[in-house]
C-alpha cells in the first residue's frame, strides 16, 4: 500500500514537472549567453543589471548568462563548429568574427540594426568593423584607447607637465630616472600580450594612424620606415631603462599600483585601468591624471588608438534571434550604460554615439568620464588610430607580442621584426583574415 | 565471452584517444584555423616548422627540460630514498612532507613559487634584493627562464619519485642488504652494489616516462613564463597551444604535437622492450 502510494506521488510529481516545464517553455522562449571570466561581484552586476532587468521587461523572454571562465573562446569555436553555441555569441574580438562569419556561423544583423535603430545610436565606425562582405555580423561590447596614465601629485610636486610630443617624454623620462623613478610602470608576468599595447602606440603615435591605415590595407608594406622609426622608438626606451627593471616579474596591476606610489611616474596603458584608480591612487593620497599618448613630429595630437575586447554577434543557429537581438539592444541602451559603468568601469564603453543623456553616477571619477566623452567625440570626428589587437589578424598580432621581446633583449633586429611581420601579414590578408578597416575620411 | 569485458575500454580509447590522435594527424596536412574547412597543405605545415627558428628553440628547450629530469629528480628521488631506508625515524613524516607538493595543484604551485618566491615585489626574491643580495627574478632573463621554470617542477615532482623508489627499494630483499653490512659496504657502495640493481626496472621505467612527460611539460611553463621572455622558455607544447590557439594555425600545432608524439613513440618502444625483456627474465 505504501509502495503504491509512493509510486503515485512520484509520477504526480514527475506529470507535475513536466507540465510545469511545457507551461514553462509555452510562455518563455530561452535565450544564453556564455559570458567570460568574471570576478564574483561583477557576475552579480550582470545578473542585476542585465538579466534581471530584462527579464522584467521582456516577460516572454528568458535570458541566462553562463559564466564560462577564461578559456571561453576556444569552448565557443567548438560550439559553434558543432552548431550549439549559444545565442548571443559573446567572441574574443574582430579577428574571431570574420572567420566565423566566413564559416556562416553568424547571423547577419543588418535588419536588426535597421529596426532597432543601431545605426543611428553606435558610432558609425564600429558598425563598419563588425561587417564582413558588406554584411553586419558583430557589435563591440565596449571600446577602449591607449593613452598615458601619470601620477599628478607627483608631476605638480616635481613641476612637471604632461608630455604632448615624443621629445618632451623623452626629457621627462630621464628627469624620472635621474630622481629614481621609473618612468613607464609596466609588466607583463600575467599578461604577456601587454607587449603589443606599447608597439600599438608608437605604431599610432610614431608612424602615425595614416601611415598605419595603408598598412593595413596592403598599400605600404609594415617594413617602411615609418614603421622602422616607430619600432627603434620603442627599442631605445627600452634600451634607457624606461620601463624599469621588472617589466617581466610585474602583473599589470602591480606596475599600475607604483604610479600610485610615485615609485614609477607614467603608465602608458589603456582606459581599462580606470578600473585599477580607486583602488590604488585614494590610499596613496594621490590624484591620477590621463592624457593623449605624446605624439611624434608630424603626427597629430593626441592620437586615440581604438581597440576592441570582444563583440556581440547571434548565432546562424539560434531559435531565438529576435530574443538575442533584444538582448544585444539593451545592453546599447543609455540606462544600461549608466548602471554599468556607475558600478564596473573600463569593461563596458559601450560604443554609443551621444554620451550625453547618460546618466552615470556622481562617484564615478570624473577623469573617467571626461576621457570616454573626449574619446568618443574623437572617433565620431574619425580622429582615431589602430590597436593591434583589434585591427591586426590573429599571427600577425601573436607575432608581435613576442617579436618584440626579441628586439628588446637583442635577439633580432628591427629590420628582421618588421621583414616576418610583413610576410606574417601578407600571408594572412591573402587567406582573408584581415579585420574589417573601416574607410578613413 | 570473457573478451566482452575489454569493450568498455576499447570503447574509452577508441573515443577518446584514437579518434582524437587520427583527426590530428590528419589536421597536420591541412590548412585550418578551426573554424571555417580545412585545405589540403601536403607537407607544407611541416616544411613551415622546419624553417621555424623558434620550433627548434622549443625542441631544443625540451631536450634540455629532458636531461634536467633525468638527471636531478631522480638523482634527489634516489637519495631521499635510501635515507628513508636506511634511517627509519621520522620516515612517515619525512614521506608526508617529500610528497605534499605532488598534490598541490599545479596553478597553485606554479602561482605561489610567482608571487611569493621569485616576485621583486611580492616575494622572497625581492627581501633578498632590499637587503642588497644581488638576485634576480630567474624567469625574467632569457638565459634562466627555462631553469627557473625547471625549479618549480622539480620541487613539485622529485618527491613522487622519491616515494616510488622508496617503494621500490622496500622490496630489495633485506639478506642482501644485511649482508653487505656485515661485509662492510660503505653507504655508496650499499647503493652502487646492492640498492641501485635491486631497483634497476623501477628506475628506467621512470627515465623512460620521464622522457614522455618532458615532451609534454605544458603547464608550469605557460603558466609562468607563457613560453617567454622572447621565446626562452618556449617548448613544443606551449608552441603547438600558440599556434592553435592564438595564431588560430591549427594544422602547424597538429604537425607540432606529431613530432612531441614522435619523442613519446620513441621512448614507449624502449619501454615496451623493456617490459617484455623483464617478462622473459
Keep these: 500500500m505504501k509502495r503504491r502510494t509512493f509510486v503515485q506521488a512520484g509520477l504526480g510529481l514527475v506529470t507535475m514537472s513536466l507540465m510545469g516545464g511545457t507551461a514553462f517553455s509555452q510562455e518563455k522562449k530561452p535565450i544564453s549567453w556564455w559570458y567570460e571570466t568574471a570576478a564574483p561581484e561583477n557576475q552579480e552586476f550582470l545578473r542585476t543589471l542585465v538579466v534581471a532587468p530584462f527579464n522584467e521587461a521582456h516577460p516572454d523572454e528568458q535570458l541566462t548568462i553562463d559564466f564560462r571562465g577564461s578559456e571561453l573562446d576556444k569552448q565557443l569555436r567548438v560550439a559553434m563548429l558543432s552548431g550549439s553555441g549559444p545565442d548571443v555569441v559573446y567572441t574574443a574580438g574582430p579577428s574571431y568574427v570574420a572567420s566565423m562569419a566566413q564559416a556562416g556561423q553568424l547571423l547577419p544583423l543588418d535588419e536588426f540594426a535597421a529596426s532597432l535603430g543601431w545605426n543611428e545610436r553606435i558610432l558609425p565606425v564600429f558598425i563598419e568593423l563588425g561587417k564582413y562582405n558588406g554584411k553586419l555580423y558583430a557589435l563591440p561590447k565596449t571600446y577602449e584607447t591607449l593613452g598615458l596614465f601619470f601620477n599628478k601629485t607627483l608631476f605638480d610636486a616635481n613641476g612637471w607637465a604632461a608630455p604632448k610630443t615624443i621629445a618632451e617624454l623623452e626629457t621627462l623620462a630621464d628627469a624620472m630616472k635621474a630622481k629614481n623613478i621609473v618612468p613607464f610602470g609596466a609588466g607583463n608576468a600575467d599578461w604577456r600580450p601587454a607587449n603589443e599595447h606599447y608597439v600599438s602606440l608608437v605604431l599610432n603615435s610614431v608612424a602615425g594612424p595614416d601611415n598605419l591605415y595603408k598598412a593595413l590595407k596592403g598599400e605600404i608594406p609594415w617594413t617602411s620606415e615609418p614603421f622602422v622609426a616607430a619600432i627603434d622608438t620603442l627599442n631605445k626606451w627600452w634600451q634607457n631603462g624606461y620601463f624599469g627593471p621588472n617589466y617581466f616579474s610585474l602583473t599589470g596591476e602591480q606596475a599600475f599600483a607604483q604610479v600610485a606610489t610615485g615609485q614609477a611616474g607614467m603608465a602608458p596603458t589603456g582606459t581599462w585601468n580606470f578600473t585599477n584608480v580607486p583602488r590604488y591612487f585614494p590610499q596613496n593620497n594621490a590624484e591620477p591624471g590621463f592624457v593623449g599618448f605624446p605624439s611624434a613630429e608630424g603626427v597629430d595630437y593626441p592620437i586615440y588608438a581604438l581597440g576592441i575586447g570582444s563583440t556581440f554577434s547571434i548565432a546562424a543557429t539560434s531559435k531565438n534571434p529576435e530574443g538575442a537581438a533584444e538582448v544585444i539592444d539593451y545592453v546599447f541602451s543609455d540606462k544600461f550604460y549608466g548602471d554599468m559603468n556607475t558600478v564596473w568601469q573600463g569593461e563596458w564603453n559601450t560604443p554609443l554615439k551621444d554620451l550625453s543623456k547618460v546618466q552615470v553616477g556622481a562617484e564615478v571619477l570624473p577623469l573617467y568620464t571626461e576621457t570616454m566623452k573626449g574619446l568618443a567625440d574623437a572617433v565620431n570626428a574619425n580622429q582615431y588610430g589602430y590597436t593591434t589587437w583589434t585591427f591586426l589578424p590573429p599571427a600577425t598580432d601573436t607575432y608581435i607580442v613576442s617579436g618584440i621581446e626579441e628586439i628588446w633583449l637583442g635577439k633580432l633586429t628591427t629590420a628582421d621584426f618588421l621583414a616576418k611581420l610583413d610576410e606574417t601579414f601578407k600571408q594572412e590578408q591573402s587567406e582573408g583574415k584581415v579585420p574589417a578597416i573601416p574607410e578613413r575620411v | ?281
Excluded at chain 2, 251 to 277: C, D, E, K, M, P
Design chain 2, 1 to 281: 565471452m570473457h573478451r566482452l569485458y575489454l569493450v568498455p575500454t576499447l570503447a574509452i580509447n577508441f573515443v577518446i584517444i584514437l579518434v582524437p590522435a587520427l583527426l590530428t594527424i590528419a589536421l597536420a596536412f591541412f590548412r585550418w584555423d578551426g573554424i571555417s574547412a580545412p585545405v589540403f597543405n601536403g607537407l607544407g605545415n611541416f616544411q613551415a616548422l622546419a624553417g621555424d627558428r623558434v620550433f627548434w628553440s622549443a625542441l631544443t628547450n625540451n631536450l634540455i627540460w629532458t636531461a634536467i629530469f633525468l638527471v636531478v629528480p631522480i638523482a634527489m628521488g634516489l637519495l631521499a630514498a635510501t635515507m628513508l631506508l636506511i634511517a627509519p625515524r621520522g620516515r612517515t613524516f619525512f614521506q608526508v612532507v617529500y610528497f605534499l607538493p605532488v598534490i598541490i595543484a599545479t596553478a597553485i604551485t606554479a602561482r605561489v613559487w610567482q608571487g611569493m618566491i621569485y616576485s621583486p615585489v611580492t616575494g622572497l626574491f625581492g627581501l633578498m634584493q632590499k637587503s642588497g643580495l644581488p638576485v634576480v627574478n630567474p624567469l625574467s632573463l632569457p638565459t634562466t627562464a627555462l631553469f627557473g621554470v625547471a625549479t618549480v617542477d622539480l620541487w613539485h615532482w622529485w618527491g613522487f619519485l622519491c616515494v616510488i623508489f622508496f617503494a621500490a627499494l622496500r622490496q630489495v630483499p633485506q639478506e642482501q642488504i644485511e649482508a653487505a653490512r656485515i661485509e662492510g659496504a660503505t653507504f655508496w657502495q650499499m647503493m652502487r652494489y646492492v640498492l641501485l640493481p635491486g631497483i634497476r626496472p623501477t628506475i628506467t621505467l621512470m627515465m623512460i616516462m620521464t622522457v614522455i612527460w618532458s615532451f609534454l611539460v605544458f603547464d608550469f611553463v605557460y603558466i609562468l613564463t607563457q613560453g617567454g621572455p622572447a621565446f626562452s622558455s618556449e617548448v613544443l607544447s606551449t608552441l603547438a597551444y600558440r599556434k592553435a590557439f592564438y595564431d588560430l594555425n591549427v594544422g602547424q600545432a597538429a604537425a607540432t604535437a606529431l613530432v612531441i608524439s614522435l619523442f613519446g613513440l620513441v621512448a614507449t618502444y624502449f619501454y615496451i622492450r623493456v617490459q617484455s625483456q623483464e617478462g622473459e627474465q
